[in-house]
């Protein structure tokens, strides 16, 4: 059932008759909770423990387990690894076990970490702005063919994962990486995750401002800072200067849209408070104005509050949305500028909606007269010798440059308008098509229970599954604008379940008696777009639960009736729909 909470705000065409507000809608600024217990915040509590994960953290921090990987565990192996090292700090250089294989999803909650993994790696690259060369890629590919038995998934974050990695070949992984300019520290963590950035950042025709020397800055001042090592939890970041704000600025924990001020030029607003997983919560604007010199200073201000006053004696409540929701922006704002920064933030204004699509599939003009292309791969799903071909294509078409983006898809730069068309026949032989179906190209999925000791069900295999049925099924119709379609193998919303205007959460559902792998159902989730003044949360039909094999029979029952009954001369999307419709519509 739809909420009203400040978090779940409605489509456009339910807040039509609203006041307009440049700073958005209204909310309350209330007072801490008062609490029973610490909370484990370092400059209200101190800094004692008040938990194991706290104290093996202060103990020895993450980063420091690079050394006994190079110099211990990849001469000994699997079993000569440290267990706090192994479930913990290996975190800290972008490395997970991953889940052993024919353990089912009914499982996932009775067994314990050790009984679920499997002697191998999931190995994540970061890729901070989504940012490659071709020269990367073919890094990239060598590893997932040498060492990863050809696995690669482009995920919603702009990494690049790989699978069955043993620890004894990391060290030359690393080695390779960094050879590059890439790596994995603080891929993973409690610590400052990938920097997501503009795909088309430095390129784009349309774009406010290059964001590209603000996320270099940060990324060499402050990643893997010992000061920034031990936080709370995850801390995620996004910084674009394009107008279609193609970071999915709203579901992160710090964010900086590109927006013109009227006296100050351009710069960006402030974002913080966002996440996702099981409490979703999206952020909030400061209303203030960063100027680009400012933005390094305030994104570490924004960090070390999350450090000193981030709740950390419950894991559950230890992402800074939470700090947010207690303090609200306004006391948010002041301990920033008065602790942290030293100096006020001039009042800012907010980025207008959206007018083009942030996903950047397609050609599209570069401000040199060059081209980008967009090409989708189903889910994310690559491998190590696509990426190693891809590399080849590119380079054969007279360009070295590339970007993920946070929407599991794949940019190549600076291609010439007479090569454009070679270009996209060769991507479509290597199954990233620049001309997708609306239902493939707004489909994502996360890793799900092939590799995920979280999951609980499937998600690549029947997502794929799904998408070529449902280009079959709906290739008659006409739809408006593509139908996000995001499915996740449990409820913490790597995938984003919640912003989607179709969002499947997996779990087991019970069909005549048997549980069975499935998905509860949420609808007319979105991110600020074109098609969407701001974003939103979607909503869960009682009692609807879709069988994992039942996918496209769902999404095609429930696509026709939306086309069916639409208001076409309002323009009326698939989400603005999905929140007016009777619940029955929707089943």
Known sequence: METTDAATRAPRSERAERPARADGPARDIRPPRPSAKPNGQWKVDGTAPLNANEEWKQVDGGLSVRERIERIYADGGFASI???????????????????????????????????????????????????????????????????????????????????????????????????????TEACGDVPRVILGSPVAGIAADELIDPTPQIDEITSRFIGDESLANLPRKFKSAITGHPSQDVVHEINDVAFVAVEHPTLGVGYDLWVGGGLSTAPRLAERLGVFVAPSQ????????????????????RNKARLKFLLAD?????????????????????????????????????????????????TPIVGRVSGPTLTKLADLVETHGS????????QKIVVLDIPEDRVESLIAGLDELGLQARPSLIRRGTIACTGIEFCKLAIVETKAYATAAVLDLEER??????PHPISLHVNGCP???????????????????????????????????????????????????????????????????????????DAAASETFAEWAHRADEEALR
């Not at 933005?295 to 419950?314: E, K, M, N, T």
């Not at 303090?327 to 007018?355: C, H, I, N, Q, S």
């Not at 949360?537 to 939306?562: H, M, N, P």
């Open 82 to 184: 440290d267990p706090t090292d192994l479930h913990g700090r290996f975190r800290w250089w972008g490395l997970y076990t991953q889940r052993k294989p024919g353990i089912d999803g009914g499982r996932t909650a009775t067994l314990e970490p050790h009984e679920l993994e499997d002697e191998f790696f999931m190995l994540r690259v970061r890729i901070d702005g989504g940012q490659l060369t071709t020269e990367q890629l073919r890094v990239i590919g060598g590893i997932s063919t040498e060492f990863g038995r050809d696995t690669a998934d482009l995920t919603d974050r702009q990494n690049i994962q790989l699978h069955w990695i043993r620890v004894e070949d990391v060290p030359e992984i690393w080695r390779r990486l960094e050879a590059v300019g890439l790596g994995t």
């Open 295 to 314: 933005v390094a200073d305030a994104w570490h201000g924004v960090a070390q509050i999350f450090r000193d006053y981030g709740y950390r004696r419950l």
């Open 327 to 375: 303090w609200g922006v306004e006391r948010f704002r002041k301990v920033l500028e008065t602790e942290y920064l030293g100096v006020a933030l001039p009042d800012g204004p907010a980025a207008p909606t959206p007018v083009t699509t942030g996903d950047h599939v397609g050609a599209h003009r570069q401000k040199d007269g060059r081209f980008y292309i967009g090409a």
């Open 492 to 566: 913490n919303s790597c995938a984003r379940i919640q912003t989607a205007d179709i969002g499947l959460k997996g779990q087991l559902v019970t069909i005549d008696g048997e549980q069975v792998p499935g998905y509860q159902v949420h609808l007319g989730g979105g991110l600020a777009s074109q098609d969407r003044d701001e974003a939103g949360l979607g909503r869960t039909v009682r009692g609807l639960k879709v069988t994992a094999d039942g996918i496209a029979d769902y999404v095609s029952r429930v696509v026709t009736r939306f086309l069916d009954e639409r």
């Open 400 to 407: 070295t440059r590339l970007r993920t983006t946070p929407h």
């Open 474 to 479: 709906l290739a008659a119709f006409d739809l």
